[in-house]
């Protein structure tokens, strides 16, 4: 494995000709700028609860490791197989997080993979920060908002009738707006159980607020980090095609999706984890799924495979050698 490489410096670029000027896609930037000021409600003190903070740490891992684990690895880099009614199960917690339905979701990141930081990569900071970071969703691009580029890109996915029906419907918003109301829900019952009606409304607030809006805020960012801070910060394991950083605090917020550098240079692999310290969460969850019997097929890194694949040649040498000996 080489050294760890000195960031490179590239030019800025320009907006994808592909951009529409003025075209806002607004069935992205309403629910982006709605759920944020919804979020802004926990500064209010009403809303506050020690639960609904609690429901909103593990909620950002919980539902954050359906984009991470299913959305990235299992369906866009098929780096390992689960059972279907798994498989959709992490898709319906995916979809609590309102990052668009799964076939979008792949298409677009594969999208990304092949023109990782070249003019037509539609979430590149090489053109700016926050237009990697947020921007780019909210206005239309013409060769990434298409049925034709989500059929090149992610035909696989689409073939499965049970996501085909989520691009065809809007269950997968409703299935946003159903777990929120089973959060206010639940919170209101055990409230008015224990307080009365004002402490019931006070306590599904707090619950709906912490747990559902500013925790949706908090995956949003921690997911669009990984476009936005490891194409501009940190250090390279690999030479790639383009600016992709191991970022140690990305890697953190997002238990391993920040060692960037070492997926572009091996996007299929199901660990990120190439040095010691590049500590992958995701990857020992995918391996304790493959203990439990729940997944298999598992992609080791490149290194591995090709270790791997030595052994198997020198293996057949030694075979064919005692073979003419014999």
Known sequence: MSQPLAPTARPRLALPDSIVPGQIRW???????????????ALVPWFFSWTGLILMLVGVHFYGQAINLCYHRLLTHRSAKVPKWLERT??????????????????MHRYHHKHSDHESDPHTPMVAFLWAHVGWLL???????TLESYSKYAPDVLRDRFYMN??????????????????????FAIGAASGGLAVGLQFGASLLVWGVFLRTVVVWHITWSVNSLTHLFGYSNYETDDC????????????????????????????NQHRWW?????????????RLGLAWDVVPPKHVRDRRRRQVKEQARSDRHDATQG
């Not at 989520?166 to 919170?187: C, D, N, P, Q, R």
Request: charged share 15%; net charge negative; proline share 3%.
């Open 139 to 145: 206005v239309r691009n013409r060769s990434t908002h």
């Open 90 to 107: 992490f898709v319906v917690i995916a979809l609590c997080c309102m990052e668009d339905t799964p076939g979008k979701w792949v298409a």
């Open 27 to 41: 069935v992205y930037a309403v629910p982006i700028v709605g759920i944020h000021l919804l979020a802004l409600m």
């Open 244 to 271: 992709s950083r191991n970022n140690w605090f990305v890697a953190l917020l997002t238990v391993g999706e920040g060692w960037h550098n070492n997926h572009h240079h091996d996007p299929v692999s199901a660990s």
């Open 166 to 187: 989520l691009e065809k419907s809007h269950a997968w918003v409703l299935i946003y707006v159903a777990h929120a109301v089973l959060y206010f829900l639940v919170g």
């Open 278 to 290: 590049e500590i992958d969460v995701t990857y020992y969850q995918i391996k304790l799924l493959e």
